[in-house]
Structure formats: C-alpha cells, structure tokens
C-alpha cells in the first residue's frame, strides 16, 4: 500500500473525520535531507473531525501521530497538520 493511501485509510479509521485531505508534498522537498527518489515522504494532513472536540491543539496532534506512528517511524520524514473539530470550521 502507499504511503498517502495507507495515512488516508488510518485516519479515516480511526477519526471518521467529515473532511480528509492528505497532500503529499515530497515534491517540493526533492533533494532535501529525507527526501527519497521514489517521493511519499512529506505530507500535509487536513482533517474535520468530532473526535478533536474537547482536544487542544496539542493533543489533537498527538493523537495523529500515535494514529500514524508506523509511517512517521518509517517512510515519512515530515508532516504538518491541520486538525480542527466541526465547531472550529466554522
């Protein structure tokens, strides 16, 4: 499985988030340090969810990489996050 694939099928797992979007942006990265030929190592991770409604930002961030924590071990080498709960997006 990919990696964008693999990210996207977790989160969606485990936060039956109202919006996803995973952006991978190894593109932008080429040749900087964890960057690798075949690309999937910097993502960008969007995500609504009413499991982030009485998280902070903190530990909505923590929950993400513990939900991930494979791929943040292995092939990514970045990721930013944007977490919001339903109320916050709107």
């Known amino acids: 499985m990919k990696v964008a694939a693999s990210i ?15 952006i991978d942006q190894s593109c932008d990265h080429a040749g900087h340090a964890g960057a690798r030929p075949e690309g999937e190592t910097h993502f960008h991770v969007e995500a609504v969810s009413s499991v982030f409604d009485d998280l902070n930002r903190v530990q ?5 990489y513990k939900i991930l924590a494979d ?3 292995g092939p990514v080498h970045a990721l930013t996050l944007n977490l919001k709960a339903p109320s916050d997006a709107k």
């Open 8 to 22: 996207r099928e977790k989160l969606t797992r485990e936060l039956t988030p109202e919006q996803l979007e995973v």
């Open 71 to 73: 791929e943040l071990a």
């Open 60 to 64: 909505r961030q923590r929950l993400v």
